[in-house]
T-cell receptor, first 116, second 114 residues
Framework: DAGVIQSPRHEVTEMGQEVTLRCKPI?????LFWYRQTMMRGLELLIY????????DSGMPEDRFSAKMPNASFSTLKIQPSEPRDSAVYFC??????????????FGPGTRLTVT | AQSVTQLGSHVSVSEGALVLLRCNYS??????LFWYVQYPNQGLQLLLK??????LVKGINGFEAEFKKSETSFHLTKPSAHMSDAAEYFC????????????FGSGTQLTVLP
């Protein structure tokens, strides 16, 4: 079975450029989560969706960050304009949120973003 | 509100020795608890989960964890460490609500010495 798919795996961009990260969740999962991981701050939840609807975006650092989930099989995280402090590994995770499930999340391999 | 505390950001053991990674949780309702492992340059992988069916939970790669309500703990153990166990380990708790968010601990980096 295919797991969570993220693209690109690595992204190097210059400050001020727009960056779009992509995620395909596991088929049948109805919750999707975007995380950011850095040495300084650890693993941070940015936003999560349930049935394609954003439920909590309180972790999004500022207006430069936006996320969409146009359908059950695709989500994007966009940073515009990017800044060096956005350099991190961004993970997408999905889970099945339904009766009888326990909330375990399955993570993608991550996108390593470097902003110079 | 719920939270997870992992005692010890770095743990070193010798190959073949017991691995013990500590996790304490705080939750206002009976929790679901999870351990994840992250190998270098990879995403987090589910090791095991506690869902209230049994207090001793067995996971992949020979790991197990015991839920102790009286101690609000969910420590991860493995009888004999392998070099391949070197990774970062995260404990997490689910809020059991419809949102099913996970609250993660800060992680414990396990080093296995030859």
């Amino acid at each position: 079975d295919a797991g969570v798919i993220q693209s690109p795996r690595h992204e190097v961009t210059e400050m001020g450029q727009e960056v779009t990260l992509r995620c395909k969740p596991i088929s049948g999962h109805n919750s999707l989560f975007w995380y950011r991981q850095t040495m300084m701050r650890g693993l941070e939840l940015l936003i999560y969706f349930n049935n394609n609807v954003p439920i909590d975006d309180s972790g999004m650092p500022e207006d430069r960050f936006s996320a969409k989930m146009p359908n059950a099989s695709f989500s994007t995280l966009k940073i515009q304009p990017s800044e060096p402090r956005d350099s991190a590994v961004y993970f997408c995770a999905s889970s099945l949120n339904a009766g009888g499930s326990y909330g375990e999340q399955y993570f993608g391999p991550g996108t390593r973003l470097t902003v110079t | 509100a719920q939270s997870v505390t992992q005692l010890g950001s770095h743990v070193s053991v010798s190959e073949g020795a017991l691995v013990l990674l500590r996790c304490n949780y705080s939750s206002s309702v009976p929790p679901y608890l999870f351990w994840y492992v992250q190998y270098p340059n990879q995403g987090l992988q589910l090791l095991l989960k506690y869902t209230s069916a049994a207090t001793l939970v067995k996971g992949i790669n020979g790991f197990e964890a015991e839920f102790k309500k009286s101690e609000t703990s969910f420590h991860l153990t493995k009888p004999s460490a392998h070099m391949s166990d070197a990774a970062e380990y995260f404990c997490a708790v689910s809020d059991r609500s419809s949102a099913r968010q996970l609250t993660f601990g800060s992680g414990t980096q396990l080093t296995v010495l030859p």
